[in-house]
């Protein structure tokens, strides 16, 4: 086991232990290179075990395939560092608790928190379930899943997921959670599938709602209603659904099951026997359809006149209103209202920037409430501008909550990819936009290549010339339009961040001193015609002053090196 205070490659330090199973030690530490803290896994490799080998090509499985993914519901693996003795894996540290935790000391949880964790983890499976090919989590319980200080989840342990082959008639291995795991993870009854993670699921959810135990007597389980009457009947159907011995009785995807829990009113027993005597009405009422067809006709088009107004109303309410929560929500309303319309979209946009951070809080609120109704807008011609502004609101504003410039930006970054994108393919060659577009979406992709690369041990030289050239096109583009102070100071960070990380990767890919001085002397003088409105500005230009002798050195000692190697 790994000393308390001892360092792992020389970078990570061991800060305690956190948690430990049958063949692994889990502890905190700390990268003094990035004063970050990640999680750590020890695997000894033990020979006398004849499971060991089975856990650790195991653990190096998990490894690799965690690498591939990208969800925020998901931790990231950082680091991979083995010798003959063990094998260290270094992955996201989470804050938080298990929801085994929760349910073991709180008891059964309410409806509203297990629907709301329920459409979380659907997601993820989902997410998992369309990968190419698609992954088949197979250990979906309480102890899995870490309820974060912010409400939301992250799923973890990837120990004995799999991918999916098409052609396999069985899994080689029989792994799973008793209590949790569905009949065919234990053999003889097909190839574990989607429907598989999904009855893992139903069970998960039946502990949380109930505060019963699958792995503790009775064993049986019965309807969630047995234990508390005041559960929904639809929730009840739902999770009776998800836990059929069956395999072809579940659902048989996690958007069916998605659209169930979405819905689980409807799912009730009772609301379908009062929708079956709706429908005995409705082919009653049928008959007068045609009589008032036309009444019909004009109902509509004076309700498209109403929703005209009430958009309009909401807009008008939104630009009266003093607060920005209050902006914020009849401008969702709007959007609600007419959700093709671009209008209350690029005001809305407008909000989140007003106080020049578009917080996490907020950027949830945008994925819940407004992401919903972006294929309406998607048929417009006012598309490929709207996802291009999304993606700048990301790039500049996006503020997560770490306290790493550099980790920030570049997450920043990465998040506004698909927007660019999306402003890319829905956009004229000729728009005033789609050429910024394509450039932020070449740096952003870069970055996100580039964390795959170095996760993956893969060279990064050749790289940075082509990226070199994009940091210089996209300071011409800022400069060359009226762009908000913001703007101009976040790309001025962004070329000073790349020099002092990169400085070697841009000399041993070409890039000429003069190059890097010119651009460097650039940002110099743009940065002195700034005069900062905001608190915020201020402190950005202070800041990136404050790194302007620093970045000078960096560029000087970086070709001194090169030309005593020459020499």
């Known amino acids: 086991m790994a000393k308390i205070g001892s360092f792992i490659d020389n970078k990570y330090e061991i800060l305690k232990k956190i948690g430990q199973g049958g063949m692994s030690v889990v502890y905190l530490a700390m990268d003094k290179r990035l004063n970050k803290q990640w999680a750590v896994k020890e695997l000894q490799k033990c020979t006398t075990n004849a ?7 195991s653990a190096i499985a998990e490894a690799n395939m965690i690498k591939k993914l990208d969800h925020p519901a998901l931790p990231r693996i950082v680091d991979i560092i ?61 102890g899995n899943v870490m309820l974060k200080p912010d409400g939301n989840i992250k799923v973890i342990d ?16 029989y792994l799973g959670t008793r209590g949790y795991a569905a009949p065919e993870q234990f053999g003889g009854k097909g190839q574990t599938d989607a429907r598989t993670d999904i009855y893992c699921l139903g069970m998960t959810l039946y502990h949380l709602i109930t505060g019963q ?74 008959i007068f359809t045609i009589i008032f067809l036309l009444a019909g006709i004009t109902a509509i088009l004076i309700r498209n006149g109403l929703n005209e107004s009430n958009y309009n109303n909401n807009l008008s309410l939104a630009e009266k209103a003093t607060d920005s929560i209050t902006k914020r929500t009849y401008c969702i309303k709007a959007i609600s209202i007419l959700p093709q319309n671009s209008e209350a979209y690029e005001k809305l946009v407008e909000i989140y920037k ?31 501008r709207i996802a291009f502004e999304i993606g700048r609101l990301y790039w500049y504003y996006y503020d997560y909550g770490d306290n790493d410039p550099n980790s920030t930006q570049i997450t920043k970054m990465i998040n506004s990819i698909s927007w660019f994108n999306d402003a890319i393919n829905n956009s004229d060659e000729n728009s005033d936009y789609h050429v910024t577009a394509q450039i932020y979406y070449k740096i952003g992709t870069f970055y996100k290549e580039l964390q795959v690369k170095i ?42 961040n790349s020099i002092e990380n ?42 990136i002053i404050s790194r302007n002798e620093a970045v000078y050195k960096i560029i000087e000692n970086a070709y001194l090196i090169e030309e005593k190697v020459v020499e």
């Open 51 to 57: 499971n060991n080998e089975v856990i650790i090509q």
């Open 82 to 142: 083995e010798d003959d003795q063990v094998i260290y894996v270094v992955m996201d540290y989470i804050e938080g608790e298990t929801l085994e935790y929760v349910v073991n000391n709180q008891g059964a949880q309410s409806q509203e928190l297990v629907i709301d964790w329920a459409k979380q983890l659907t997601g993820v499976l989902y997410y998992l379930h369309t990968r190419k090919p698609p992954i088949i989590y197979r250990d979906m319980k309480p």
């Open 158 to 173: 990837f120990g004995i997921a799999r991918e999916y082959k098409e052609l396999n008639v069985n899994d080689t291995t």
């Open 213 to 286: 135990n699958p792995t503790e007597p009775p064993y049986k389980i019965y309807p969630i209603r047995y234990w508390n009457p005041a559960l929904s009947g639809g929730l009840e159907n739902i999770i009776q659904k998800c836990i059929q011995l069956n395999p072809e009785d579940r659902y048989q995807s996690c958007a069916e099951l998605l659209y169930a829990l979405e819905h689980y009113e409807e799912e009730d027993d009772l609301f379908k026997a009062m929708q079956k005597k709706k429908m005995k009405k409705f082919i009653l009422s049928s």
């Open 354 to 384: 007003d106080n020049n951070t578009f917080d996490i809080d907020e950027a949830a609120e945008f994925k819940e409430e407004v992401v919903q109704y972006l294929p309406s807008l998607q048929k417009s011609k006012d598309y490929g």
């Open 455 to 496: 996760n993956e041990g893969a060279s990064i030289k050749g790289i940075f010339n082509s990226y070199f050239q994009d940091l210089e096109e996209l300071l011409k583009l800022v400069d060359s339009k009226k762009e908000s102070e913001i703007i101009k100071l976040e790309t001025y960070k962004l070329i000073f």
């Open 502 to 543: 990169y400085i070697h990767d841009f000399v041993s890919d070409g890039i000429e001193k003069k190059e890097l001085i010119s651009i460097y002397n650039d940002v110099g003088k743009k940065l002195d015609m700034i005069d900062p409105s905001s608190k915020k500005t201020a402190e950005m230009k202070e800041y």
